[in-house]
T-cell receptor
């Protein structure tokens, strides 16, 4: 059974810091991996999607990497801003079922 | 493009009543729709997968008679919580996809509170 774990569960940093969020998954048979942002009481915003054959994706200050063989992904946020404060969710899409399995999320607070 | 809406955005109902939540794909035809539930400070848990015109497939532990899912058209799926109880209070999020299961597009969620 696929399990997705995110570390840390919560993170508080001063504005301007670069930071890394970690995601690990137990079954490497994935179709792709996706990082989402969720603001309190809101739905999900897709940030980056990495196909299983890719190593990384970049969008603005965000960079996500994928090491499928070791079951790991990282989300790198450069020059963090207070507006980045949110919960970040990692999810993998299983190859055999197509289901999206979510991690528990990392709640980020960027202090001005 | 690929916008998914949900209605209502929040609803309060009394214990024992039923409530219907709608999920619509606004600018594409959704061959598959997914329903998730999210309890406070927890992640999203898949409840069921529905394909247009066929019965929904429920995840283990989800009562299909309690959570009725109808996917009658390529742009609309509904989730009806029957005989709701306070423990059903949660954030319900739908998502939709088309063609290959490549990327899911998520709705904004519906906050259900059962009193």
């Amino acid at each position: 059974k696929q399990e997705v774990t995110q570390i840390p569960a919560a993170l508080s940093v001063p504005e301007g810091e670069n930071l890394v969020l970690n995601c690990s998954f137990t079954d490497s048979a994935i179709y792709n991996l996706q990082w989402f942002r969720q603001d309190p009481g809101k739905g999900l915003t897709s940030l980056l999607l990495i196909q299983s054959s890719q190593r990384e994706q970049t969008s603005g200050r965000l960079n996500a990497s994928l090491d499928k063989s070791s079951g790991r992904s990282t989300l790198y946020i450069a020059a963090s801003q207070p507006g980045d404060s949110a919960t970040y969710l990692c999810a993998v899409r299983e190859s055999n079922t197509g289901k999206l399995i979510f991690g528990q999320g990392t709640t980020l607070q960027v202090k001005p | 493009g690929a916008v998914v809406s949900q209605h209502p955005s929040w609803v309060i109902c009394k214990s024992g009543t039923s409530v219907k939540i709608e999920c619509r794909s606004l600018d594409f035809q959704a061959t598959t729709m997914f329903w998730y539930r999210q309890f406070p400070k927890q992640s999203l848990m898949l409840m069921a997968t529905s394909n247009e015109g066929s019965k929904a497939t429920y995840e283990q532990g989800v009562e299909k008679d309690k959570f009725l899912i109808n996917h009658a058209s390529l742009t609309l799926s509904t989730l009806t919580v029957t005989s709701a109880h306070p423990e059903d209070s949660s954030f319900y999020i739908c998502s939709a996809t088309y063609g290959r299961v490549y990327e899911q597009y998520f709705g904004p969620g519906t906050r259900l509170t059962v009193t």
